[in-house]
C-alpha cells in the first residue's frame, strides 16, 4: 500500500505528463502545434494498430501529431510518444498526419535458428503498414513484443537528418534497469548496470536495452535491423516528467588515430578511428529502404524476456543464395586476459606458449584459440610479432583440430575490409575478434555489415568485441557469433571496487542479454569474496607507461568476484555462440574436475526457457541441446535460495550432476560441492547460493515412463 507521499509524488508525475508531449517535440526541434491540445485532452481513436496472434500486445499510431502507443493487455505500457522523421530538411509528419491508406501485414512460419539459443523461432505476427506517399510507419506485433519503423519511398539517394523516436513511461514508480553512457562511447563495455525507479532516472544519455516493470508488466526498449544506421539511445528530458527522447550520432567526418593525428594528415592505422568533428546529419543513404525497427520486448515477468525472439524475429533475413552451414559456434580458450598463462606478455607472448595452449585446446575439444594483442608487430596486422609463429601456429592448430582466431583492432580493416579478409582466410585462419570500434554511428554500422559480408565470403567467424548490444545482424550473418557491449569479466583486470558486480551480473539476464549473445568471458578459477578482491589504485596507474601496471597482481593474475559454482554457472546462463574462456590452462588442469565439466557445456541451443528470478536478487534459466538439459543460476550480493521446478524435463527418471556452493563459499568463495543425484521430472530441487554465489546442474535421462 502507498504512503501518502507516494500518492502525491504518483499525482504529480500524471500532471507532469500532460507536460510530456511538449517537452518531447520541443526536444527534438519539431512543431508544437496539435501538442498543446493533445496534451489537453484525450487521446482520438488509433487510425492503425496491430495485435498480436495471443491477443495480448498491441502497438498503435495516433494523428496530429503522429505518435505511437504501446500496450500489454490493455495496460498502457509505454504512452503515446511522437514519432517523426527530418529527410533533406524536410519534416515527414509535420502538417495532417493522416494517411493515405492502411495495408494489414501478416507473417507465419518457423525460422531454422542454428546458431541460437533455440533450433527454431516462430515468425508469427500480425501487422500494419501507414502509407503516406513516399514514406510510411510499418506496424508489427508478436507474441513477445511489439515494434514500429519508418519505410521511405523516395528516388536516389537522401540525407535524414534525424529521426524522432522517444519513450514515455507510464509510472514514476516502474523498477528499472538502466546503462548510463560511459566515456563518450556509444553502447561499448563500460556501462555497468543500474537498477532503481523510472522517477529516479538522471537526464543522462542511455544505452539500450532500457528495461521497465510497471503493475501491467515488463518492457524491454530495444531495436532490431540496424544497418547504414546509428543507434539509437535514450536520454531523459526532464525530471519533472517521464519522457526520454531518442539519441542517434551524427555522420563523422574528420578523425584522429591512436597518437592523435589526424586522418587527412597521413596518420597511421593503428587501434581506434577517434571522430574529432561530426555532420549536422546522420547518414546519406539509399531514399527507398527500411529503417530499424523500435522493438518493445513484453512479458508477464523480467524472466520472460530471456526467452523473446523479436530481435532475431525482425532482422533483415540472410540471402536467399547463401550457405553457412559451415559456421562452427564454440569455446575458445584466451590468452590475454590471463596475461599468456599468467606469464605477462613480454616473457608468453611467443610461439610455444601457443603451442601450449592448443594443446591444452585440442586435449579438451575446444574448438578455437585466439591470438589476441601481441601477435602482430604492434597493431599492424600486415606484419608479424618476431617472437609468434601465425603460420605455423595455424598449422600446427589445424593438425590438432583447433582454429585461430586472430585479434586486431578495427582501424586495421575499416575501408580494406574485403583483402583483410581474403588474405587472412588464404592463411588458413578461422576468424577475426574485432575491436575497439567504441561507437555506434552510421559510418561503423556500414563497417559491421561490410565486414561481416566479408569473412562470410571467405568462410571465417566474426567476434564484435569493442562493440555496442546486437541488433539482429546474425540472422543475415551467422558466421557473427558474439558482440561484446557489456561490462564483463575482462574489467576485472582494472577493478577498483566501486562498481557491484554482483548485482549487474545478475542484471545482465534482464537487460543486455534480451538484445543477444554477449561476449561477457567468464570462467575464472580464482574466486573472491567481493569486500577481499584485490583492487586497483588508479591513481598509481598510467596507462602509456606499461610498468605501473603490467606487473602488478592484479593485472597478472585476475579472477572474479563471487563462487566457483557461479563462474561456472555463467557457462549456461549467459548467451555466448563463441565463448571466450578467460583463464589460463595452468590454472584449469589445477582445477580439472570443474574445468571438464565447463569444457562440455554447448554454446549454442535447442530450448530456452526461463525460470524464476527477478533483477533485484537472482537468474535462472533451463536450456537444452539435445536430450541434454542445463539449468544454471547466479545470485547478487544476498545468500538466497533458489527453487528449480523440473517438470521442463518431461517425463522419466534423470541424472543430476550438480556444482553448487559449499556451505563456507562466503568466506571461502573457491568451495563448491560436486554430487550427483536420481530425480523425477517434476521435483523440485533446492540450491542455496551464497552472497554471489551460483549453481549449474546437467541432466541427462536414465528412463522414460513412471
Known sequence: MKSESERK??????????????????????????????AGSALAEPFAKALSPDGRNEIRLYADPLRYEVRRDRAVMVEPTPVNLRVGGRELASGSTRPLSIVARTSSGKLATPVYKKSSIDLAANGAFADFGDWGLALVARDDGVAYRFELKFPGKVRIDGETAGVTLPSGEADCIAYYEQSGNSGCE???????????????????????????????????????????????????TLAFAGRFAPWPTHFANDDGVARDKGATREIHWFVTRRADYLVETDGTRTLPWRTFILADSPAKLMEADIVMALARPEKAESDFSWVKPGKVAWEWWNDWDNKGKDAGCNTKTYERFIDFASRYGIEYVILDAGWSRGNDIWHFNPAVDVPHLIEYGKSRNVGIVLWMGWAQAEGDEERVAAHFAKLGAKGFKVDFMDRGDAAVERFLWTFAEACARHKMVVDYHGAHRPTGMSRAYPNVLNYEGVHGLEMMKIFSGTDDMLGHDVRLCYSRMVAGPMDYTPGAMDNYPFAEYPRMDKKKIVWKDPTTWRETDFWRNPGSTGTRARQMAMMALYEAPLQMLCDSPAKYERERECFAFMADVPTVWDETRALDGTPDSYAAVARRKGNVWYVAAIGNAAEQTVKVPTSFLGEGTWTAEIFRDAEDAAVEARHYVHEKMDIRAGDVLEFRLAPGGGCIARFMRRSTGD
Open 9 to 38: 509524488e504518483n499525482g504529480r508525475m500524471k500532471i507532469d505528463k500532460a507536460k510530456t508531449l511538449l517537452l518531447l517535440c520541443a526536444s527534438a526541434g519539431l512543431p508544437l502545434w496539435g501538442a498543446s491540445a493533445a
Open 190 to 240: 563500460e556501462a555497468v548496470s543500474q537498477g532503481l525507479a523510472a522517477k529516479d532516472i538522471a537526464c543522462r544519455r542511455l544505452y539500450l536495452p532500457f528495461v521497465c516493470e510497471t503493475d501491467g508488466g515488463t518492457v524491454a526498449v530495444t531495436e532490431s535491423d540496424v544497418c547504414d544506421y546509428p543507434i539509437w539511445d535514450l536520454q531523459r528530458v526532464s525530471t519533472n
